[in-house]
């Protein structure tokens, strides 16, 4: 998941809540194009989605 989410231009900042089953990724955007995250982790085999 570090290098999808260090290629993404729009990322400034992400962390895994990892003391949850679900391991909840919060993920701060100098922008609002969600869908570039979510597509890239998908792509990478990771399910994501907004929540």
């Known amino acids: 998941m570090t290098p ?3 290629m993404l231009d729009n990322v400034d900042e992400w962390q895994v809540d990892t003391s ?3 391991k909840i990724l919060t ?3 100098d922008d609002s194009d969600i869908q570039s ?3 890239a982790l ?3 085999g990771y399910k ?3 929540i």
């Open 20 to 22: 949850t089953d679900d």
């Open 42 to 44: 998908n792509e990478a």
């Open 4 to 6: 999808v989410l260090n």
């Open 37 to 39: 995250v979510i597509k």
């Open 48 to 50: 994501a989605e907004p």
């Open 27 to 29: 993920v701060e955007l």
